[in-house]
């Protein structure tokens, strides 16, 4: 199904993973959500039960970025390139890997729509960037301020998100992407990549 292929091909098709690349890609996202979620804290309130701890700490720092890079190896990986390789047609396995990212979270029919935009945005950036470093990144930085205000006791972890909460969630997602596309493009943040890479 997926052809006999080096796993490292999943990383990207510059040959194996980019420490560098997905670093640089994290501060932006990560910076920009701490800020969305601290602006919704102060406009609604807070709304969950601190769980501060050495052990939800450590578990936000170490196993956050370890369970984002895993999905990306999955969706943005295994999945989205196999899907590629079948139709030849990026957009198809774009929308199709995220409609799988979305079905796979358990949020009800609202929040499953901004999964999907997510898991769009992901398979974008993996697309243009050849590998998936930027989408990890990206996955990492959401995980992580998510964990980080649950365990302050800022925000409520919830599977049945408002339509307000959405409609919002998607204009920052998308308002983030364009930022993050027009950063790398203009200041050769995307560096790394050679211009000459093979498409995903």
């Known amino acids: 199904v997926v052809k006999d292929r080096p796993f490292s091909s999943y990383s990207s098709s510059r040959g194996g993973w980019n420490f560098k690349l997905y670093f640089k890609a994290l501060v932006i996202p990560l910076i920009l959500y701490i800020i969305y979620m601290a602006a919704d804290t102060a406009i609604r309130g807070p709304e969950g039960t601190s769980h501060l701890s050495i052990a939800f700490l450590a578990v936000t720092l170490i196993l956050v970025p370890l369970q984002c890079i895993a999905e990306e190896y999955v969706f943005r990986g295994l999945i989205m390139q196999t899907f590629g390789s079948w139709f030849k047609i990026p957009v198809l396995a774009i929308v199709l890997q995220a409609i799988i990212f979305a079905m796979g979270h358990g949020y009800n029919s609202i929040g499953l729509f901004e999964t999907l935009v997510s ?31 649950v365990m302050l006791g800022l925000q409520a972890s919830s599977s049945s998100p408002q339509l307000s909460e959405v409609a919002v969630a998607i204009v920052f997602l998308i308002v983030l992407y364009i930022i993050m596309y027009y950063v790398g493009k203009k200041t050769d943040w995307f560096g790394e990549i050679p211009e000459n890479s093979q498409d995903i």
């Not at 950036?125 to 301020?145: P, Q």
Request: charged share 5%; no cysteine.
């Open 119 to 149: 898991g769009l945005g992901f398979g974008f950036f993996a697309w243009k960037t050849n590998g998936i470093e930027v989408s990890s990144a990206l996955h990492t930085a959401n995980n992580f301020a998510v964990g980080l205000f």
